[in-house]
């Protein structure tokens, strides 16, 4: 069963605009999100997290926003860059600090 | 600070043949995970272990993978025999500590296997 989900697979976006990623889960037992941003013949490597308990998460460019009575979250990138061109997985944390992944979409930023 | 190691970083092999990963995590990360990425879809974990101890292989197809990490630092990780379906990018994470709370994972580069 799929506990995460990002229902799009690819986005495209001019430089200098904001980036809206979206991302559903199921289990309401998560107590972090987070987002991974990975590029071709690279691990993953951690973006930005947000505990169950908040509802924003902002580290510089980066903002994560959690709605727990729609159990869904995004990640907003504002301004966007040609650099952040990479695929962006939501994951949830559940026990035993188990990650379970989205499908991933595909930011394109265009200069 | 070195991050996770992986090698090889690809491999194609003939269906029922034999192949194995290794993983050499950051130091002191007591917990380590091996993650199937296919094509399109996200990583799904395979296996976690504790230290040397295995905490979960619910989906690990252990007829045909299996996995260890004896000494509690590095793990491989094998498939016999592989199947066409094997063909994915394996990561292999690693934490601090994986305790009841969260803990970041650090993800190697991966070894992407190809199985024809």
């Known amino acids: 069963d799929q506990q995460v989900k990002q229902n799009s697979p690819s986005l495209r976006v001019q430089e200098g605009r904001i980036s809206i990623l979206n991302c559903d889960y199921t289990n309401s037992m998560f107590d972090y999100f987070l987002w991974y941003k990975k590029y071709p013949a690279e691990g993953p490597t951690f973006l930005i997290s947000i505990s169950s308990i908040k509802d924003k998460n902002e580290d510089g460019r980066f903002t994560v926003f959690l709605n727990k009575s729609a159990k869904h979250l995004s990640l907003h990138i504002v301004p966007s860059q040609p650099g952040d061109s990479a695929v962006y997985f939501c994951?949830?944390?559940?026990?035993?600090?188990?990650?379970?992944f989205g499908t991933g979409t595909s930011l394109t930023v265009i200069p | 600070e070195a991050g996770v190691a992986q090698s090889p970083r690809y491999k194609i092999i003939e269906k029922r043949q034999s192949v194995a990963f290794w993983c050499n995590p950051i130091s002191g990360h007591a917990t380590l995970y091996w993650y199937q990425q296919i094509l399109g879809q996200g990583p799904k974990l395979l296996i976690q272990?504790?230290?040397?101890?295995?905490?979960?292989d619910s989906q690990l197809p252990k007829d045909r993978f299996s996995a260890e990490r004896l000494k509690g630092v590095d793990s491989t990780l094998k498939i016999q025999p592989a199947k066409l379906e094997d063909s994915a990018v394996y990561l292999c994470?690693?934490?601090?500590?994986?305790?009841?709370?969260?803990?970041?994972?650090?993800f190697g580069p991966g070894t992407r296997l190809t199985v024809l």
């Open positions: 994951a949830g944390n559940g026990i035993g600090n188990q990650f379970y």
């Open positions: 994470a690693s934490s601090l500590l994986a305790g009841s709370s969260y803990n970041e994972q650090f």
């Open positions: 272990f504790q230290n040397n101890g295995v905490v979960d």
